[in-house]
T-cell receptor, first 111, second 115 residues
Framework: QQPVQSPQAVILREGEDAVINCSSS?????VHWYRQKHGEAPVFLMI?????EQKGHEKISASFNEKKQQSSLYLTASQLSYSGTYFC????????????FGKGTHLIIQP | DTAVSQTPKYLVTQMGNDKSIKCEQN?????MYWYKQDSKKFLKIMFS???????INETVPNRFSPKSPDKAHLNLHINSLELGDSAVYFC??????????????FGEGSRLTVL
């Protein structure tokens, strides 16, 4: 089951904040966040685990509500380099079935 | 050294042809994957494979087949190519098979264009 991301697209001025949401209808063991720039591969940002542990980026934070199966990615004081497409990926933890990604959120940062 | 490398980066071919994309990882990971990213940027898993099991996304046509000569390589073979197969194909690997704790490392992608 593919997680649902919102919004689909965001346009910000440099220095503004953004929140990207990800929700799933199935029980999750972890939520991953990746950023992809045009013509490049997705790059890992952060992983959030059941129990509240987080691993990842210094300037980007995220939350994971296990009961609601929701995660949010917080981009504060956005920089031009934050532009790209953000994907959340969910893992069920049941086997080697990889990450299931949402449809992505396109973030454009303008000077 | 590139952690996950794919070849070729670009592939242009005619409908009906058979083609392969190769992937190698030097990270010592046990699990490798193929993802397809279409023109709308939807990133969809096709296969995951480790030493013990191959998991196939049920929506993947059987014209697509992964082949792993060893745990550092996972190649993708596509038979009878169709226009809808045009996409960017990403190989990825992970140390943690269940991805409960551990990231995916992606290759640079192989852009396939079917004419």
């Amino acid at each position: 089951q593919q997680p649902v991301q919102s919004p689909q697209a965001v346009i910000l001025r440099e220095g503004e904040d953004a929140v990207i949401n990800c929700s799933s209808s199935k029980a999750l063991y972890s939520v991953h966040w990746y950023r992809q720039k045009h013509g490049e591969a997705p790059v890992f940002l952060m992983i959030l685990l059941k129990g509240g542990e987080q691993k990842g980026h210094e300037k980007i934070s995220a939350s994971f509500n296990e009961k609601k199966q929701q995660s949010s990615l917080y981009l504060t004081a956005s920089q031009l380099s934050y532009s790209g497409t953000y994907f959340c990926g969910t893992a069920s933890g049941g086997g080697a079935d990889g990450l299931t990604f949402g449809k992505g959120t396109h973030l454009i940062i303008q000077p | 050294d590139t952690a996950v490398s794919q070849t070729p980066k670009y592939l242009v071919t005619q409908m009906g042809n058979d083609k392969s994309i190769k992937c190698e990882q030097n990270l010592g990971h046990d699990t490798m994957y193929w993802y397809k990213q279409d023109s709308k940027k939807f990133l969809k898993i096709m296969f995951s494979y480790n030493n013990k099991e191959l998991i196939i996304n049920e929506t993947v046509p059987n014209r697509f087949s992964p082949k792993s000569p060893d745990k550092a390589h996972l190649n993708l073979h596509i038979n009878s190519l169709e226009l809808g197969d045009s996409a960017v194909y990403f190989c990825a690997s992970s140390q943690d098979t269940r991805l409960v704790d551990g990231e995916l490392f992606f290759g640079e992608g192989s852009r396939l264009t079917v004419l």
